[in-house]
């Protein structure tokens, strides 16, 4: 049997020799493992139901040798928000470290965690700001990580080479997570949880706000979720790590999808239900804070606007990263 991340039942966290067991005993009872995970054995394979771990192929599905045999789909019990995402991230913080940019998001799952946390951004961004104020306020251990101009310059061969899409918001957002990823391989983690999710979860993008129809917007939303895991966990595995999703916990997901649309977003405030359980754990400055999406908090979009600009493409930066790349094709 060969394990990549971690696989758990009944909310309870599963080791090696209990698998194996499992497996051995009937191994039909996989269907019901949630986790994030990739697990092989005996000729046969399967991933977690929502493909967290971002690996290319199929996910959700148990295949042997070569066919798909049954699909992964665990039933979790139906909890409430905060009890779901307080048991989403107990399964995860057992080892690793937080990406804490500030936001409600990570915020919650940094207090909740209790596990080292960690800023990227350019100096005097927004977001090493707030992470640092944030980390203070919550008693939490905290590393802030200033990126140079350089160091964009260097990791971005690296970066567009590893994710299968390269747009500008792509490579933006992949960029930052590289240099997290890079800080927790060093440090020795192996694990980052992130707040990725919640945004399609809850709807927290201005987009959600301004919907006519908001349902059929979060569920092409959250679907495009798989793209991103795809995408971060590339840059992830640069560096030996991967970033896991308490959001993406089926628990939660659940939760978030019996509340009504209606109840989610008002004309000016995203994420109404998320913000209302982090009010009962978070100062309330920091529960409904507004939050900018990382690749311009961080001030790493600025920064790859910059080089584009400073190579001669001035309105491109999809021309920049397509001379990065060699030409590769798939870029836009």
Known sequence: M???GWVESGGKRLIS??????????????????????????????TDRLGVLGLPGPHGVITCRGKVVGEVNPDPPVLGLEEAIRTAVRLRADEGAVALSGGVDSALIASLAGLPCVTVGMAESRDLERGSEVARTLGLSWEGVIVTSDDVETALPQVISAIPRATPLDVAVATGLFFVARWAGEEGHRRILVGQGADELFGGYARHRMAIDLPPMLARDFAGLRDQALRDQAVARIHGTCFSLPYLDLRVVRAARSLPAEGLVSADTGKIPL??????????????????AMQYGSGIAGAIRGLA????????????????????????
């Open 309 to 332: 600009r400073k190579n001669g493409y001035k309105r491109s930066v999809q021309g920049y990263i397509i001379q990065i790349s060699g030409g590769r094709d798939g870029l836009t």
């Open 17 to 46: 020799p209990e698998i194996e067991g499992i497996i051995g005993e009937d191994p039909r009872k996989v269907a019901r493992f949630g986790g994030e995970f990739s697990l092989s054995w005996n000729g046969c394979t399967a």
């Open 275 to 292: 913000r209302e359980v982090a009010a009962r754990i978070l100062p309330p400055d920091i529960a409904f804070a507004p939050k900018k």
């Open 2 to 4: 060969r394990l990549l």
